[in-house]
């Protein structure tokens, strides 16, 4: 039996449980191959709980995690209305296949209709064919405005 929660920034059991996803995902290819540094396993959850607009879910096998999805509050100009963005989404290996995702995605789902958000929106590689087939079977799809103008293109610049 899987439980899916919106995770307690105060609460260490769920501390862990997103450091030790996050090092999960990290680690794994669509994640960059590269385990989480020091620094973030030191600070992140003290930082997150200092931005009200986070909010993390949670996926439990009893006491083992299984999955997350990290989500931060942002802004559409356009529609004037809060929007949610999925920055960080991951199933543990040993657990894909289960159907957690799905439950995941209901979750953040539901928060952002609490939160009277517009849109839902994440960036996933390209080469993450898995990923890419659960976000569009939940009704995710490139953005556009116009087909003319093409489909936007995620892009950053680091610090």
């Not at 959850?45 to 299984?66: Q, Y």
């Not at 999955?67 to 931060?72: M, S, W």
């Not at 929007?83 to 159907?99: E, K, Q, S, T």
């Amino acid at each position: 039996m899987i439980d899916v929660i919106k995770a307690d920034l105060n609460n260490p059991r769920h501390g862990v449980a997103i450091l030790d996803m996050l090092d999960a995902y990290a680690s794994d290819l669509m994640g960059g191959g590269e385990g989480i540094t020091d620094f973030v396993r030191a600070h992140l959850i003290d930082e997150l709980r200092k931005r009200p607009s986070v909010h993390v879910f949670l996926a439990f096998d009893g006491d083992t995690p299984a999955g997350f999805a990290n989500c931060i509050e942002g802004f559409s100009s356009f529609a004037c209305k809060p929007l949610l963005n999925i920055h960080d989404f991951a199933v543990a290996p040993a657990y894909r296949g289960r159907g957690i995702a799905k439950q995941l995605m209901q979750a953040v789902e539901a928060c952002a209709r609490e939160l009277a958000c517009c849109k839902i929106t994440l960036e996933v590689l390209e080469g993450n064919t898995v990923a890419r087939a659960l976000y569009a079977s939940s009704g995710f799809s490139g953005y556009e405005l116009n087909p003319t103008t093409g489909k936007a293109i995620f892009m950053h610049r680091l610090l």
